[in-house]
T-cell receptor, first 118, second 118 residues
């Protein structure tokens, strides 16, 4: 079974609209972490946001927020007021087990290609 | 945050040859990871580079094919040996937080090395 599932291979969104990128995960661990990364066409992986399984508040970083629904095992990324520069691949990733503060291997989903339309 | 550089940024190689990719971090980090991203695919962890000991390889990856060195806390190399066209991928190194920003739940990626094997 896939540990990280991103069901939207591609999305087209009008500039300035909000967009939600879906991510569901599968783990039996009580402690885990969820990451979102952005990969522009240049290929670099840009860290966007992190949510820990015990965090009670949804994570936010500027225009990015994470809609964490633990019972549903979903961790959707919400981008508010989309910009042309948001066009990129977006990957959801998971760290299983107790955190070692970034020093753990990640399992990635297949990604969603987001295209912002002017 | 960590600044990570990789060399080379891209290369075109003949089958049967080997290529060594370097990953340099501007601060000391505990863990370094090597990922592969095949064309149009997600990221897959190859191995964890441990300082002072042998790398830890994921299922499907072996040391003879992907030897890794980690001579110190800021540098690692990945060699892709006896290359075939199936090795054409982006190879990315990633690191956990630097010693100056410990306890941060982030994992940083280098810019990647685009490899094409003919």
């Amino acid at each position: 079974a896939q540990k990280i599932t991103q069901t939207q291979p591609g999305m087209f969104v009008q500039e300035k609209e909000a967009v939600t990128l879906d991510c569901t995960y599968d783990t039996s661990d009580q402690s885990y972490g969820l990451f979102w990364y952005k990969q522009p066409s240049s290929g670099e992986m840009i860290f966007l946001i992190y949510q820990g399984s015990y965090d009670e508040q949804n994570a936010t970083e500027g225009r990015y927020s994470l809609n964490f629904q633990k019972a549903r095992k979903s961790a959707n990324l919400v981008i508010s007021a989309s910009q042309l520069g948001d066009s990129a691949m977006y990957f959801c990733a998971m760290r299983e087990g107790v955190t070692n503060f970034g020093n753990e291997k990640l399992t990635f989903g297949t990604g969603t290609r987001l295209t912002i339309i002017p | 945050s960590a600044v990570i550089s990789q060399k080379p940024s891209r290369d075109i190689c003949q089958r049967g040859t080997s290529l060594t990719i370097q990953c340099q971090v501007d601060s000391q980090v505990t863990m370094m990871f090597w990922y592969r991203q095949q064309p149009g695919q997600s990221l897959t962890l190859i191995a964890t580079a441990n300082q002072g000991s042998e790398a830890t390889y994921e299922s499907g990856f072996v040391i003879d094919k992907f030897p890794i060195s980690r001579p110190n806390l800021t540098f690692s190399t990945l060699t892709v040996s006896n290359m075939s066209p199936e090795d054409s991928s982006i190879y990315l190194c990633s690191v956990g937080p630097t010693r100056t920003d410990q306890n941060q739940e982030t994992q940083y990626f280098g810019p990647g090395t685009r490899l094409l094997v003919l």
